[in-house]
């Protein structure tokens, strides 16, 4: 099989953790071929999706990958893959939107993890609610949420958030606990808020300090592996980006309850691969452009999912008429 990983430079990667690198490693295991390409490398001929990538030969652990000397850098049709996984990280602004573009004009010739039109269809921030209206999910699972453009038309406050108390803002397009920001009230937070920049806005957990927030990693709609991300001292953003550090803990019941429905949607709505955040009962995210998290969960001693995560690219390869 022949895979192509669509992601940021390798130079910008952490190499101690990416799972880009952690799926191209358990490839190569596996004995596949894999190739490695940027966005800005691919282009349309007519309709034809063209990539220039180049192979991998080996990817030490902890370490940079190394590319093939015998086989350089070569423009080929997207359908030479087998499968092609979409890792470029956020933020979804409009060169990626254009990548998914693109990508859709193969999406019936090749199989993509995630696809190109379910990244375009799901919004991480919106999947929660669109769990909601699919009767996978129910009000009682998710924090009130609060999105706009501009909030500061709108009055008088939200009803859910204006006797919430503490409120956290987040950019709508934003990711990995960037430009997170907390505030006293809903009030205080539409006040500050910038004009043309969509945020959403939920009610803020006091919790969240010491019990800290649950990464579940979902294979084809399967719960596969889970750690707890407590943020540092002095901060409530969790992510590991941003200074958190994880620990393996028990989900409650609960919790696991909780995660058969949610592998339930995401299975019903065709999303392979997703990285799915709870705060205790309630989901946050959905994450499914370029989750994290696998490298993470083998260092804390949980499962290597590896060998899962190819069978399933192996399985969907099948499907398709290029090999």
Known sequence: MRILIIADPVRCLNFKSDSSLFMARAALSAGHEVHWCEASQLALSNEEVLVRSRRISKIPSKKAPVFSRQTKEKTRPIHFFSTVLIRKDPPFDSSYV???????????????????????????KLLPLQAIQAGFLSRADLLPSFVAEDVRVFSPLPRDLAGQGAVVSK?????????????????????KAKKKETSIYQPYLEAITEMGDRRVLFIDGEYSGDFVRIPKKGSFVANLARGGSAILRDRTSQEKELCNRIGSFLRASGILFAGVDLIGPFVTEMNITSPTGLETLVDLGGPDLGKKF???LENEAAAFPYK
Do not use: D, Y
């Open 98 to 124: 254009t990548l998914c573009w693109m990508l859709g004009l193969a999406e019936k010739k090749v199989s993509m993890v995630n696809s190109p039109s379910r990244l375009l269809a799901h919004h991480e």
């Open 171 to 191: 950019p709508w397009l934003g990711f990995a606990g960037r430009e997170v920001k907390k505030f006293p009230s809903a009030r205080a937070a539409f006040r």
């Open 310 to 312: 190819v069978a399933m």
